[in-house]
Protein backbone atom coordinates (compact mmCIF):
# COMPACT_ATOMS: atom_id res chain seq x y z
CA UNK A 1 0.00 0.00 0.00
CA UNK A 2 1.75 3.20 -0.89
CA UNK A 3 0.72 6.87 0.54
CA UNK A 4 -1.08 9.15 -2.05
CA UNK A 5 -1.95 12.57 -1.93
CA UNK A 6 -4.72 14.88 -3.06
CA UNK A 7 -3.89 18.26 -4.61
CA UNK A 8 -6.72 21.16 -4.39
CA UNK A 9 -7.74 24.53 -5.37
CA UNK A 10 -10.78 26.44 -5.77
CA UNK A 11 -11.39 28.63 -9.01
CA UNK A 12 -13.59 31.08 -9.74
CA UNK A 13 -14.88 32.41 -12.99
CA UNK A 14 -17.22 34.88 -13.81
CA UNK A 15 -19.61 32.66 -16.60
CA UNK A 16 -19.40 29.68 -14.82
CA UNK A 17 -18.94 30.69 -10.88
CA UNK A 18 -16.60 28.68 -8.04
CA UNK A 19 -15.70 25.11 -8.62
CA UNK A 20 -13.36 23.13 -6.48
CA UNK A 21 -10.71 20.96 -8.63
CA UNK A 22 -9.11 17.76 -7.19
CA UNK A 23 -6.59 16.31 -8.56
CA UNK A 24 -4.87 12.30 -7.46
CA UNK A 25 -3.74 9.34 -8.83
CA UNK A 26 -4.72 5.86 -7.12
CA UNK A 27 -2.06 3.47 -6.51
CA UNK A 28 -2.15 1.92 -10.06
CA UNK A 29 -3.30 -1.83 -9.98
CA UNK A 30 -0.60 -4.65 -10.59
CA UNK A 31 -1.06 -7.80 -12.51
CA UNK A 32 1.44 -9.37 -9.87
CA UNK A 33 0.00 -10.79 -6.96
CA UNK A 34 -0.50 -8.69 -3.72
CA UNK A 35 1.34 -8.62 -0.98
CA UNK A 36 0.33 -6.92 2.40
CA UNK A 37 3.38 -5.28 3.26
CA UNK A 38 4.18 -3.14 6.13
CA UNK A 39 1.63 -3.91 8.04
CA UNK A 40 -0.92 -3.32 5.35
CA UNK A 41 -4.17 -3.46 6.17
CA UNK A 42 -5.12 -4.61 2.50
CA UNK A 43 -5.92 -7.91 1.35
CA UNK A 44 -6.08 -7.31 -2.48
CA UNK A 45 -5.56 -4.51 -5.21
CA UNK A 46 -9.59 -4.06 -5.26
CA UNK A 47 -9.60 -3.58 -1.28
CA UNK A 48 -6.79 -0.97 -1.40
CA UNK A 49 -8.96 1.13 -3.89
CA UNK A 50 -12.05 0.93 -2.61
CA UNK A 51 -10.33 2.39 0.56
CA UNK A 52 -8.09 4.93 -1.22
CA UNK A 53 -11.50 6.17 -3.26
CA UNK A 54 -13.62 6.26 0.37
CA UNK A 55 -10.61 8.29 1.80
CA UNK A 56 -10.76 10.42 -1.60
CA UNK A 57 -14.70 11.21 -1.13
CA UNK A 58 -14.20 11.78 2.46
CA UNK A 59 -11.63 14.57 1.69
CA UNK A 60 -13.51 16.12 -1.14
CA UNK A 61 -16.85 16.10 0.74
CA UNK A 62 -15.45 17.55 4.09
CA UNK A 63 -13.54 20.03 1.82
CA UNK A 64 -16.14 21.31 0.00
CA UNK A 65 -19.19 20.95 2.77
CA UNK A 66 -21.37 24.03 2.38
CA UNK A 67 -19.00 25.66 -0.32
CA UNK A 68 -21.37 26.31 -3.68
CA UNK A 69 -19.83 25.29 -6.33
CA UNK A 70 -19.20 22.80 -9.16
CA UNK A 71 -16.35 19.93 -7.91
CA UNK A 72 -14.02 18.42 -10.49
CA UNK A 73 -11.87 15.34 -9.47
CA UNK A 74 -8.94 14.73 -12.22
CA UNK A 75 -5.98 12.78 -12.01
CA UNK A 76 -5.65 8.57 -13.06
CA UNK A 77 -9.13 7.16 -12.14
CA UNK A 78 -9.23 4.69 -14.53
CA UNK A 79 -9.78 1.82 -11.75
CA UNK A 80 -11.94 4.45 -9.96
CA UNK A 81 -14.34 4.90 -12.87
CA UNK A 82 -14.57 0.70 -12.35
CA UNK A 83 -15.11 0.85 -8.38
CA UNK A 84 -17.73 3.68 -9.09
CA UNK A 85 -19.73 1.62 -11.47
CA UNK A 86 -19.30 -1.42 -8.99
CA UNK A 87 -19.81 -0.20 -5.49
Not at 41 to 49: D, G, I, N
Amino acid sequence: GASRAVLYDEFSDPDVGSYHMFCTHLTPPSYAAYSASDGNKHTSWEHEHKDQVKDLLAFVNKTVAHKPGLVVILGALDFFINLILNF
